[in-house]
């Protein structure tokens, strides 16, 4: 016979199991990297997880392939849009033309897989402006060996990829040395003359826009750029329902659908999440055509829904930096002071540090670290952050007079007593000036943490980096820039407080 000591465990197991599985809705990340469609269509991808009761975040603008595959392998995110000739190429350096078995059969060995073809392809291909085209008889990319010392531009990532400028030189002969620049503003430098040719991904909605001559890839050098999502092998284990439904995505999607997104955009400025919405809607691309969206001005934009959170973001990461930083760069400064030993090497090594550029520590951090976002973040800031601080702290204690010191100890102090009583107060406004100038710093150099995920002002700068986007731009570097002015004033108080306390 059941007694209430049997039936009170049993209901409380049951009342756990019960609030267990209500609360137990599948949780995935999707990512993306730092360009138009690959916004859009993680957005996509996200919303479609969402819709099948999954609680599913998109992971934004995380850099290139680079960034993005680490984020996959680590686990940070577990799914992001792919093309298969990148796969092939780029993540695992096979020939052209290696069956779908053998990309499979490699990708598994990290724990991965690829699925789901959307409809479409996305290739990369050069163009130019209609009229070098006609002036220099150039159709095909061939032609361009005529032409040497024209200027070519090509982004960042396509200058160093496998499938990028390297072999495409090779393959065809090409004489010219490209430089680098930003996928997002190649179009405007070329429609304003300022290069002649750039690599395009096929699915640009400025192609058409500017009325781009193609050049053709007579050599067929470039392989199928199929999108297809990449994703963790487990994922569909872990998130059956929701990768059901991220399946039904297959075929939905072709070139021209993708064009049109591509092309609401950057050319009609509507929002990603519009232009998910919109998809997940099934309203089509005829029937916003013609239809810009009424795009916000700057201080519109300024001040959008999202300024809380980047806020949030934004303060949070230099506060946490410059805090870390206090607490290494002010030991440190302190023994440089002590020790003439010390001094050069510890002064050498942190100036060694700012010397590092800021996206290639954050993406030597994030496989050191196992995790893209905040945390290596904090510590790439934190680390850019020393210099300013430990300099100031060994100058204020440097210049300290020695007579105070003696009197100090003449008094019956201890050394660490006269540490504390005289030589410290006496630096702290050089320390405050240090921290405050490492502070300031800290406050623009955090807009690079958006490219690994962890969000701040930068978001808006990468968006507007992507698109184009002057006004976007703008509406990150501007709350960006009265933070870093409000942090000077704090400090500047700061400083007057700890000099009267001195006197």
């Known amino acids: 016979m059941l007694t209430c000591r049997h039936l009170l ?25 730092r360009f138009t469609e690959s ?30 595959l680490e984020a996959l392998k680590l686990g940070s995110i577990d799914v992001y849009p792919e093309y298969l000739g990148t796969i092939e190429k780029e993540i695992l350096k096979l020939p052209a033309g290696s ?49 040497p010392q024209l200027p070519i531009a090509v982004s960042q990532e396509f200058l160093g990829r496998a ?10 002969g090409l004489p010219q040395r490209p430089t680098g620049i930003d996928h997002g503003i190649a179009y405007e430098a070329l429609a304003g003359g300022r290069i002649a040719v750039t690599d395009i991904y096929t699915t640009d909605a400025k192609i058409a826009e500017l009325g781009l001559t193609v050049l053709e890839d007579d050599a067929g050098y ?22 059901k439904a991220i399946r039904e995505l297959e075929g939905r999607i072709d070139g021209s659908r993708m064009i049109r997104m591509n092309g609401d955009a950057e050319l009609r400025g509507r929002t990603f999440a519009a232009i998910a919405e919109d998809f997940m809607a099934g309203r089509t ?29 934004h303060v949070g990461l230099v506060a946490a930096s410059v805090g870390i930083g206090v607490l290494l760069g002010v030991p440190l400064g302190a023994a440089a002071a002590a020790s003439r030993q010390l001094s050069q090497p510890i002064l050498a090594a942190v100036g060694v540090l700012q010397t590092i550029p800021s996206l290639a520590l954050l993406a030597a951090l994030i496989p050191l670290l196992g995790r893209i976002g905040t945390v290596p973040a904090i510590v790439a800031l934190s680390l850019y952050a020393l210099l300013p601080i430990v300099r100031n702290t060994a100058l204020g204690l440097d210049q300290v007079p020695a007579g105070l010191k003696q009197a100090g100890l003449a008094l019956g102090m201890t050394a660490p007593q006269r540490w504390r009583y005289v030589d410290f107060p006496l630096a702290v406004p050089a320390i405050l000036a240090g921290i405050k100038t490492a502070a ?13 995920g962890a969000g701040g002002y930068g978001e808006r700068i990468a968006q507007g980096l992507a698109l184009n986007d002057g006004t976007a731009l703008l509406a990150g570097a501007i709350p960006a820039a009265a933070l870093a002015l409000l942090t000077q004033l704090v400090f500047e108080l700061l400083e007057r407080w700890a000099l009267r306390r001195g006197r």
């Open 9 to 33: 465990p049993a209901l409380a197991m049951g009342l756990a199991a019960c609030w267990g599985g209500a609360n137990a809705a599948e949780q995935l990340a999707v990512g993306s990297k």
């Open 39 to 68: 916004y859009i269509l993680g957005e996509i991808i996200a919303r479609t997880a969402q819709q099948s009761g999954a609680q599913a975040v998109h992971r934004p603008g995380l850099g290139s392939t680079a960034v993005v």
């Open 99 to 147: 069956k779908p078995e053998t990309l499979q059969q490699e990708l598994r060995k990290a724990g991965l897989a690829f699925a789901v073809p959307l409809g479409f392809s996305n290739g990369y291909a050069l163009a130019t402006t209609a009229q070098v085209a006609r002036e220099r008889s150039l159709r095909t990319v061939g032609d361009l060996r005529r032409h």
């Open 163 to 172: 499938d990028g400028w390297p072999g495409l030189a090779a393959r065809y």
């Open 222 to 243: 470039f392989p199928r750029y199929d999108a297809v999502l990449l994703y963790r092998i487990d994922l569909p284990q872990r998130a059956p329902l929701a990768w």
């Open 285 to 313: 691309a005829d029937s916003t055509a013609g239809a810009p969206a009424r795009k916000p001005g700057l201080w519109g934009r300024v001040f959008s829904d999202d300024l809380g959170r980047l806020t949030r973001q």
């Open 440 to 452: 300031i710093l800290t406050v623009g150099t955090a807009t690079i943490a958006a490219f690994i």
